[in-house]
Every structure is written in C-alpha cells, then in structure tokens.
Nanobody, 127 residues
Framework: QLQLVESGGGLVQPGGSLRLSCAAS????????IGWFRQASGKQREGVSC????????NYAGSVKGRFTISRDNAKNTVHLQMNSLKPEDTAVYYC????????????????????WGQGTQVTVSS
C-alpha cells in the first residue's frame, strides 16, 4: 500500500523557520504531483502548496506566498516545504498527498483531488 510519511514539524517561535519533508516507501513519487495541506484545530483542511512531478510548476496559497517554498528531490524520493517567517496562524497539522497526475490539479486546493495521504506532522508557532 502506498504510504507517505511527513517529518520536520515542531514548536517554533514567530518569525522562525521549519522545513517539512514528505517521503514515500514502496513507491516512487516522480510520477505524481504532490500537495501540502494543513488543518488547524476546529478548521477545515486548507491547501498550502502543490508541485508538479518534475518540479517545474508550483502553486501557493495566498496566505503563504513569499514565505513558503515547495521543492522536490526525485532522486531522494522526497518533497520539501520550507517555511519561513512563520506566524501563529500557521499552527496546524501539515499533510502531504499525491495527486494521480503529473501536473497539479487545476483546483489544487481541493483535498478531493488527492488520493494518498500521510499521517501529518504538527507545526506549532508560539512564543
């Protein structure tokens, strides 16, 4: 069964940085667009970013544009989300997910466009 594993979450002060990673076991990621989502307590799951299978196309939510950078290393079968200038409102569980296509879905922020998900990693931004 396809499995994704997120890592890199933790507690960070406002203005700090974290780098999340999404790795796969039992399959290679290089044929799939990958999305990052987050879900804060009591809120709906929110699309954060998406990257095409080649890494040549990326998308960002307005709330993170200019602060977050998505990238991938297909040789290492991983996708990263570099998060800078973190704010308390970035606090959430962050998930990565595969889209069954090479390009990000046109409605890439919609979680129904993705099929396989990781278990999530907690990011807490607090002083």
């Amino acid at each position: 069964q396809l499995q994704l594993v997120e890592s890199g979450g933790g507690l960070v002060q406002p203005g700090g940085s974290l780098r999340l990673s999404c790795a796969a076991s039992e399959f290679t990621l290089d044929s799939y667009a990958i999305g990052w989502f987050r879900q804060a307590s009591g809120k709906q799951r929110e699309g954060v970013s998406c990257i095409s299978s080649s890494g040549g196309s990326t998308n960002y939510a307005g709330s993170v544009k200019g602060r977050f950078t998505i990238s991938r290393d297909n040789a290492k079968n991983t996708v990263h989300l570099q998060m800078n200038s973190l704010k308390p409102e970035d606090t959430a569980v962050y998930y990565c997910a595969t889209a069954p296509r090479e390009q990000c879905p046109s409605n890439w922020v919609d979680w129904v466009e993705y099929d396989y998900w990781g278990q999530g990693t907690q990011v807490t931004v607090s002083s």
